[in-house]
């Protein structure tokens, strides 16, 4: 369980390699990771959009089927391409007013590391590196890719008592 107050969460930052893809991803002929999506995630982040969570994705990753990807579920900000995600992050939180004790971010590896410091409740799957799950307010004991997204968000959404508890829940 995650133990933080989760009544405060107002939004869920997501790093997608590592995290909401396996560590581990196949590469295309062009050269470009082909990377695996979990149903389930997607499902908790769509529900968490509806029910008035922020959800925003924050990779270096650069391909645009990452955008389509979670603009299909509905993430408005989907940032690529973040070299230094400390300045997506901190244009982030001006862009909705939110302060960090507001946000959970979720990432495995080095490049999380900065904003991870600063977010209220850093999150992690269970096969990130050492250094991000020594930081980590809450270790999910599920490896990156396999419902780290699901886990964290339905947590937080029983948490603030919305989870199965609007007709939203029981569809797309």
Not at 111 to 126: E, S, T
């Amino acid at each position: 369980m995650i133990n933080y107050d989760l009544n405060s969460i107002k939004a869920i930052v997501f790093d997608v390699d590592g995290v909401l893809s396996c560590s581990t991803i196949g590469m295309g002929k062009d050269g470009d990771p082909i990377r695996t999506i979990n149903i389930k995630d997607g499902y908790a982040i769509q529900l968490a959009q509806k029910l008035g969570l922020h959800i925003a994705i924050m990779t270096g990753g650069r391909n645009e089927e990452i955008r389509l990807r979670y603009e299909y579920l509905g993430v408005k900000d989907v940032y690529l391409n973040c070299a230094m995600k400390i300045k997506t992050w901190e244009e982030y939180l001006a862009k909705y007013n939110l302060k960090e004790d507001e946000i959970i971010y979720v990432g495995d590896d080095i490049p999380d590391f900065q904003i991870m410091k600063r977010a209220g409740c850093p999150c992690c799957p269970k096969d990130a590196c050492a250094d991000i799950k020594a930081i980590a307010a809450y270790v999910s004991d599920v490896d990156g890719g396999q419902g780290v997204a699901r886990d964290i968000i339905e947590q937080v959404l029983r948490a603030q008592g919305k989870w199965m508890q609007d007709g939203k829940a029981f569809g797309w």
